[in-house]
């Protein structure tokens, strides 16, 4: 593992300086909307895989690419874009009521959520990347943690073209849900959801959103979550149970993968549960300091977000 862990920085390193990543911006009704546009350095040919990278509240799209400090384990997207030859366009959330840069998501109980339309954004940003021949709009993908991630819920129910899969870190499904109704069934999106047992924000359970005293809107549990989705995907495929980290207890956590489905099926769910893991992304490659995890929780060290994130974008198999 220490093998793996070293492996991981120095081509997550080495990515990060060979990176091009630049400021982008888009106009909406809520103005100027910006961006940051991570691209392989070697550009490849003909229009590619775009993933829109959301952040926590909070945050930042220059935070969550590595760009300043605190970053995100989502800057392990770098190393995934160099290889890959893709698009990461890391998006700005706007202030909330708090002042801090949110989502507007599906919660409709959660006060302070700012009133801008996050869906317009999103699809302003894919518009102008499809235009200069860049993406494909057909494989456009999102990723984003905690408000990010339930964000993510959102542009899956509301973004068209639709997106081509999502994956949801440290973030629910809402209980009380003022989004749109649920796509067309024909419109089946592959889904993954990364959940802690131990998350004091987010209960893996459900119930309220809290940060310090203040609740922030109802989220339903995760195994309620992914069975939404399921439903929403039509699909009734049986479980596939994987199991990572028990052997090593690095971090006192561990990870159970349950997928619904195979790696090809446009259907498929697949729910991550880290045991004993809090508000935070796994990571081999980006650990959080001591202190962070004071507040949010342990952060596992088995997986790599962004790693299995792309391999189920891609349909291959494992983690």
């Known amino acids: 593992m220490r093998l793996q862990l070293l492996l991981f920085s120095v081509a ?4 990060a300086h060979a990176a091009q990543i630049g400021p982008d911006s888009v106009t909406t009704a809520d103005g100027q909307r910006t961006f940051l546009l991570a691209q392989p350095d070697r550009s490849p040919a ?7 990278v959301l952040h926590g509240h909070g945050g930042s799209a220059a935070q969550a690419l590595g760009q300043k400090a605190g970053a995100s384990p989502l800057a392990a997207w770098l190393p995934v874009a160099d290889r890959e030859g893709i698009y990461i366009a890391a998006l700005d959330g706007s202030k909330a009521g708090d002042g801090k840069p949110g989502w ?6 959660a006060p302070g959520n700012p009133p801008v339309d996050d869906v317009a954004f999103a699809r302003e940003v894919v518009h102008k990347l499809v235009a200069a021949g860049r993406v494909d709009p057909q494989r456009v993908y999102a990723m984003g943690m ?16 639709p ?19 649920p796509r067309q069934p024909q419109q089946r999106i592959p889904a993954m959801v990364i959940a802690g047992t131990e998350d004091p924000l987010v209960p893996y359970n459900g119930g309220q959103v809290r940060f310090g005293n203040a609740q922030r809107g109802g989220v339903l549990g995760a195994e309620a979550t992914v069975l939404a989705l399921r439903r929403m995907n039509q699909n009734t495929a049986p479980a596939q149970r994987t199991v990572f980290g028990v052997a090593q207890q690095r971090d006192s956590s561990w990870v159970e993968r349950l997928d619904f489905g195979a790696a090809n099926d446009p259907g498929r769910v697949a729910l991550l549960t880290v045991h004993g893991g809090g508000h935070i992304e796994p990571s081999i490659s980006q650990p959080y300091r001591r202190f962070y995890e004071r507040l949010v929780g342990r952060q596992n060290h088995d997986i790599e977000s962004a790693e299995v994130a792309w391999r189920f974008f891609s349909g291959q198999p494992g983690q």
Request: net charge neutral; charged share 15%.
């Open 46 to 52: 003909g229009a590619r895989p775009l993933v829109l």
């Open 104 to 109: 507007n998501d599906c919660r409709r109980d």
């Open 146 to 161: 905690s408000n990010g991630a339930m964000m993510a819920y959102r542009l899956a129910q509301e973004l068209s073209p």
């Open 12 to 15: 997550l390193a080495t990515s």
């Open 163 to 181: 997106l081509a899969g999502f994956v949801a870190v440290s973030g629910l499904m809402a209980s009380d849900n003022g989004c749109a109704p």
